[in-house]
């Protein structure tokens, strides 16, 4: 392993390459989804495409905010992503940032965040983001992480704040509709990321984190996950009531809720990792189809009347 970390040192030497390290403290691909949830809670909250100044805005906001929170999270997690060969090759773990560096970098980023919200947007989405990072910092990086199986459940609540902060970047207020959406992604994170806990299980256990595919059977993660999925399902086409969305956006929730659903019960009768990236995959597309139809509801037939 030392000759792995020396190699990485070596040959990642150079402006980009360093660069290229602090962009990967803040998990980019992560930050994609979340935003994917953002912009069409906006469109909603305006009853439109709002306007491009205030998206911009709220996104580059968004997107340091998560940086931030994800970079403390690395911070944190340091010494356990050295035992999982899935985190191994992380900027902290290879030596390509220092963990001082990291450190001032996660707090430059809130920092910038922060202000750049309540400057240029308002205070409630700046203390929504703010209060976001604290929470997946203390509640979930800090103390459930390495202490509860139900770590991802509650702290799935930092990842489904970007539905409320894209809300409330519009509006100054929140909704029962961006409440909804918020407990749609809340609700929706257990399944989605347990199936990639199924997946790398062993490397949760060498680092001696409870995630719930550690602690008890795939069979019976894979039943809660099931139970888990019907409640978003339920959740979608609560949202279609309130919010008064078209067929177009429940075509998607049911069709694609019934295909996650399908999904999961797939993985509890053949209980395997195959069948759990399966999962974790079409999770993924389907949260962000589901949250494109709303945009495109509400663009293409305009708002509720």
Not at 255 to 284: C, D, N
């Amino acid at each position: 392993m030392e000759h792995d970390i020396t190699t990485i040192r070596t040959s990642g030497g150079g402006a980009v390459a360093t660069l290229s390290a602090f962009v990967m403290l803040t998990k980019p691909r992560i930050i994609e989804l979340l935003l994917i949830t953002t912009v069409p809670s906006m469109i909603l909250a305006t009853g439109g495409m709002p306007d491009i100044s205030l998206v911009l805005l709220t996104v580059v906001g968004g997107t340091l905010a998560a940086g931030g929170a994800n970079t403390f999270n690395m911070y944190i997690d340091r010494d356990i992503d050295r035992l999982m060969q899935r985190t191994q090759g992380r900027p902290l773990v290879t030596g390509a940032v220092s963990p001082r560096a990291a450190l001032i970098f996660a707090f430059a980023l809130e920092a910038v965040a922060f202000f750049l919200f309540l400057l240029w947007v308002n205070w409630l989405s700046a203390v929504l983001a703010l209060g976001a990072c604290l929470f997946y910092v203390f509640v979930y990086s800090l103390w459930l992480k390495r202490t509860s199986k139900q770590n991802i459940v509650i702290g799935g609540a930092a990842g489904a704040a970007p539905a409320l902060i894209g809300w409330a970047a519009v509006t100054g207020s929140l909704s029962l509709s961006s409440l909804i959406l918020f407990a749609i992604i809340f609700f929706w994170t257990p399944p989605h990321f347990w199936a990639l806990a199924i997946k790398y299980a062993d490397d949760y256990e060498a680092a001696s984190v409870p995630m719930l595919p550690v602690v008890t059977s795939i069979r019976s993660t894979a039943l809660r996950m099931v139970i888990y999925t019907v409640v978003v399902i339920g959740l979608s086409l609560w949202f279609h009531s309130v919010a008064e969305t078209s067929f177009l956006y429940l075509s998607v929730a049911v069709v694609g809720g019934l295909v996650f659903l399908w999904r999961t019960i797939e993985l509890l009768r053949r209980p395997s990792s195959v069948q759990a990236m399966k999962v974790f995959t079409y999770s993924i597309v389907y949260l962000g189809a589901l949250f494109i139809a709303v945009a495109i509801d509400v663009l293409a037939y305009g708002p509720s009347t």
